[in-house]
């Protein structure tokens, strides 16, 4: 089945930056995972490069606008590589047959009468290179820009789109995976329930020089919008080229939030007065904010990716977003959450995994995959471990396929727990003392390869690098590149007798990087620690406090408050907790977590509401002498209702 995805072209009037490198990562990820599906992917990235704030960049950087934009366009470029981004086409607005084909669709769309000359009068922003509305105004103010947006009349060409509003409304309505998430799908339609103004597609070049001459007045160019777009097409060898044929019917989108109109109303509308059917899906997602505040170049947070693959490990970035942000929510990086994630999820959990099992297969078996014994009976043990799999593959498929990338990481390790306990429970140094117990060792150690194949399979397309090499060290580094996820689903993949190799840490710890001599100066606010014997508590007093483990299944904002979450949990019974946590978390995100809560609580009343327990959550001292909350989470599968001994 083919499958074409793509990310905006990025605007080169900057150079590439973590919100650019999560998108990249996500459409390559996406499409690793099609693959490993078993689709034809076509995954195309580009640069755009025309319209006024390039050739305002371009001034102020004392260059031609072509060598500004040859210069940016190579830095995007030049990322992609090191985040282990394999696009199959990299487009340039300024190519020749992107030139070509803008021109030829202006002038069709023209022929059909679609395109018309009048005069408007409106309130442009500078920074969004369009006219704004009234109802887009906050406080007089571009929302994005925060910049009172400046009258102009003058005389272009409109795209007749108020004529395409009713269809677009009926095809948004009748295929609701249109656009994802679901809010956004919502948002689309709240501004479609005005009535839609045409579109202006055209700049004169009085005003705007850079810019893809209209074919039918050379003394205006292209609205850069007009131009972006078309290079879903282009990139495919529209109108006639046997990419174009296979792969467009199969079009998804990925995109952040803040060009969301554009794709899901300019686009679609501009396809149907070609005669084209629109794209297949439109993905959207959240903004990253660095500790809690939205990047901007004027506070001087915005974080390079090349810089944070060089302090962490290419993995470890493409793990921590995926991980990281619920898609199509807002996400806080910052250099404690990754190392956080780095050494707890990726050394502890998968490297220590990885690297004691095979040691024992090299240790007990010679360094081959032992044979598993037939006719041996499995233990609940075994069972639980085959079923775990088996589930995990599929949810993992459900997620990845409907862009959930935390939860189906999150179904990942689940696993990965369960296999830690898994050799606890087992025991095979113990085992192997006991000749008589060989046979179980064999099966232990035959089941242990087998997941860790799995897994491997899984985490390809998240961690192309960190999969390899634990393909190579299992033995199956041939198989591993032409692998499909149907082999993660049969017991047995991975041969008895394959050679085990020599593998390092796959993820060594990485510590605390010193604070540059400008941040150590800050005052950091010091809290009291308790020496020893200072505030301690009996058993008696511990045991007295009933913690479980609990699953939110429901999370909302309280009414009136800034800081209160009602969250609906099982433990095992429904009871509802109200929680200090929005300052922290959004609510979507909660959902499906597993958390532990204090069971006994008195019940109490915040904001009106009932509260039958308390979420337990650290309390992080910052180096701005703020403070957040992590909430206290299972690392492995347990069920509602468990007690936390």
Known sequence: MPTYVTTPIYYVNALPHLGHAYTTIVADTYSRFRRLCGDEVRFQTGTDEHGEKIAEAAAKAGETPRAYVDRIAAAFRETWPHLAIRPDYIIRTTDADHIRTVQDILQQVYDRDDIYFSEYS???????????????????????HLVEPKPITEQNYFFRMSRYQDWLIDHIRANPDFITPERYRNEVLSFLSEPLEDLCISRPTSRLTWGIPLPFDANFVTYVWFDALINYLTGIGYPDGPDFTRYWAAAEHVIAKDILKPHAIYWP????AMGLEPYQRLHVHGYWNVDATKMSKSLGNVVRPRELVETYGVDTVRYFVLREMSFGLDASFSGDAILARHNADLANDLGNLFSRSLAMIDKYEGGRVPE??????????????????????AEYREHMDGFAFH????????????????????APWELAKHPRQADRLRTVLAFLAEALWKITLVLGPVMPETATRMAAALGMGERFAAAVIDDAVIWGSIPAGTVIGKVGPLFPRVEHKTEPAAAAKQPVKQEAVA???????????????????AEIVAAEKVAKSDRLLKLTVQAPEERTIVAGLAQYYNPEALVGQKVIIVANLKPAKLMGIPSQ???????EQLADGTERLVVATVAGPAAAGSRVA
């Open 531 to 549: 020496g020893p014997g200072e505030g301690l508590i009996g058993i008696d007093q511990f045991k007295a406090v009933d913690l479980r483990v």
């Open 122 to 144: 409106g309130l442009y922003c500078k920074g969004c290179e369009r006219f704004l509305t009234e109802k887009e105004l906050v406080d007089g103010k571009c929302p994005d």
């Open 372 to 393: 598993r014994p037939s006719g041996g009976t499995l233990t609940p043990d075994d069972r639980e471990l085959m079923s775990a799999m088996s589930a995990m593959v």
């Open 613 to 619: 327990g308390m979420v337990l959550a650290a309390k």
């Open 269 to 272: 509308t501009m396809l149907r």
């Open 407 to 426: 939860r189906a990481l999150q179904a990942v390790w689940e696993v990965i727990g369960l296999l830690n306990r898994y050799i606890v429970a087992n």
